[in-house]
């Protein structure tokens, strides 16, 4: 819980939300409280207070909660250049987080679906990390689109995402790596 009696901690919160927001940068951190209740301030404070940090802390609330949605957190890794994203993972060993947060990388559209041309930009990623170099040439994205794309519909499904990326001896055997 915060008050005014902690006043310049509540600026230095206010700032740090404002900066994360604006630059689209994650923040994790736990509180006791849901963000609008974390800022206690009396009626009487309001009434008597000029201080700014009471109308800035509602924006701050907001901004918290607006940066937990899907849409803010796949912005967030959309605008990462491919190379520094997949430098943060393990492809060798990836988790369910770390298939999740791929997911929203390369749903580009949030159809909940990759498409062949959202496909090829993650397949040209994991060639830019392990070869160097974004050359995907047509056969081997071909052979890549074949064993990943299951059920033969030309879309990507979740489930054949996990597959693929789960065994990283087939996308290396398949990518050539």
Known sequence: KLSLQER??????????DVFYEKHLKLVCTAARDPFT???????????STFDEIFAWDRTASRLVDMQSVKYLSEV???????????????????DEDFL???????CDSSGEIDEQELRVMLEDILEKHKAHRNLSDETFATCLAEIDQDNNGMISFDEFVRFL????????????
Not at 38 to 48: G, M, Q, R, W, Y
Not at 166 to 177: A, I, K, N, P, Q
């Open 8 to 17: 310049d901690q509540v600026k230095r919160f206010i700032t740090l939300v």
């Open 38 to 48: 974390l800022f206690e301030v009396s009626e009487a404070d309001k009434k008597n």
């Open 77 to 95: 890794v959309r605008k990462m250049e491919g190379e520094q994203f997949l430098g943060q993972l393990n492809l060798m060993c990836l988790g």
């Open 101 to 107: 947060e791929m997911w929203r990388r390369y749903d």
């Open 166 to 177: 789960g065994d990283f001896r087939l996308v290396s055997s398949t990518m050539l790596l």
